[in-house]
């Protein structure tokens, strides 16, 4: 047993809620996103590795991009580009997206434990539609599904998680956030909640060092550590 699990035991935060992030933690679509993302600026004259996409844009919203294109690489991006983005994007997902083979025994296990779920997102809700429909979860999780969309503010702000603990009717504080970007950690951390790093592109250190108050290397290590809260 590792020491961070060692010291989650015996610490034992307080688990009434648990709010998901959607895109790497539900559903595993961050490789398939970022390489519709990274072909889409190559072919607006940007030189871009899925690496580079990844380290600038993972986390945030399409409509950062743009405003980065011009300030790092010069390239204005055409009128319609993040509705191509989207077109092409769920065109992927709807052929390639599979679900996380572990993911199950993590939501089954708050089930057992009568624990409420919620998913906080940056991405709009057409796209979290697609994505958790195609992997079977979007009736698991249907009414209690929030994204930036619906707030004042993106991530790394807090508003997204502090509106999805108003929809399953529990104080942020006593809720995980499970998040797996940088700007998804700060966000959780911001909020209040106990803040869970699950790594997936971005390197456990990174998230930690990010604020993540616990990393789990993948979604068993995720429902190990949940159950030893649960107990």
Same mark, same amino acid.
């Given at each position: 047993?590792?020491?961070?699990?060692?010291?989650?035991?015996?610490?034992?935060?307080?688990?009434?809620?648990?709010?998901?992030?959607?895109?790497?933690?539900?559903?595993?679509?961050?490789?398939?996103?970022?390489?519709?993302?990274?072909?889409?600026?190559?072919?607006?004259?940007?030189?871009?590795?899925?690496?580079?996409?990844?380290?600038?844009?993972?986390?945030?919203?399409?409509?950062?991009?743009?405003?980065?294109?011009?300030?790092?690489?010069?390239?204005?991006?055409?009128?319609?580009?993040?509705?191509?983005?989207?077109?092409?994007?769920?065109?992927?997902?709807?052929?390639?997206?599979?679900?996380?083979? +572990? #993911?199950?025994?993590?939501?089954? %296990?708050? !089930?057992?434990? /009568?624990?409420?779920? &919620?998913?906080?997102?940056?991405?709009?809700?057409?796209?979290?539609?697609?994505?958790?429909?195609?992997?079977?979860?979007?009736?698991?999780?249907?009414?209690?599904?929030?994204?930036?969309?619906?707030?004042?503010?993106?991530?790394?702000?807090?508003?997204?998680?502090?509106?999805?603990?108003?929809?399953?009717?529990?104080?942020?504080?006593?809720?995980?956030?499970?998040?797996?970007?940088?700007?998804?950690?700060?966000?959780?951390?911001?909020?209040?909640?106990?803040?869970?790093?699950?790594? +997936? #592109?971005?390197?456990?250190?990174? %998230?930690? !060092?990010?604020? /993540?108050?616990?990393? &789990?290397?993948?979604?068993?290590?995720?429902?190990?550590?949940?159950?030893?809260?649960?107990?």
């Amino acid at each position: 047993m590792s020491r961070e699990m060692m010291d989650a035991i015996v610490t034992k935060p307080v688990v009434r809620g648990v709010i998901f992030d959607c895109d790497g933690v539900l559903v595993n679509t961050e490789n398939l996103a970022n390489r519709v993302l990274t072909d889409l600026l190559c072919e607006y004259g940007c030189d871009m590795t899925p690496a580079q996409s990844h380290e600038f844009f993972i986390g945030g919203t399409l409509a950062a991009v743009a405003p980065k294109m011009a300030e790092s690489f010069g390239v204005t991006l055409p009128d319609g580009w993040i509705k191509e983005c989207y077109a092409r994007t769920f065109k992927s997902f709807e052929k390639d997206l599979k679900p996380y083979a +572990d #993911l199950g025994a993590v939501l089954d %296990l708050l !089930d057992r434990n /009568a624990i409420p779920m &919620a998913v906080g997102s940056n991405g709009p809700h057409d796209k979290m539609d697609v994505s958790l429909g195609k992997v079977g979860l979007l009736d698991r999780f249907r009414g209690r599904i929030c994204s930036a969309h619906d707030v004042a503010h993106a991530k790394p702000a807090p508003d997204v998680y502090l509106l999805a603990a108003e929809k399953i009717g529990v104080d942020i504080t006593q809720c995980i956030v499970i998040d797996d970007s940088i700007s998804g950690v700060r966000a959780g951390v911001a909020s209040g909640a106990t803040t869970i790093g699950l790594v +997936d #592109l971005t390197p456990g250190d990174a %998230l930690r !060092d990010a604020g /993540a108050h616990y990393t &789990a290397e993948n979604h068993l290590a995720l429902r190990d550590m949940l159950a030893s809260w649960l107990r």
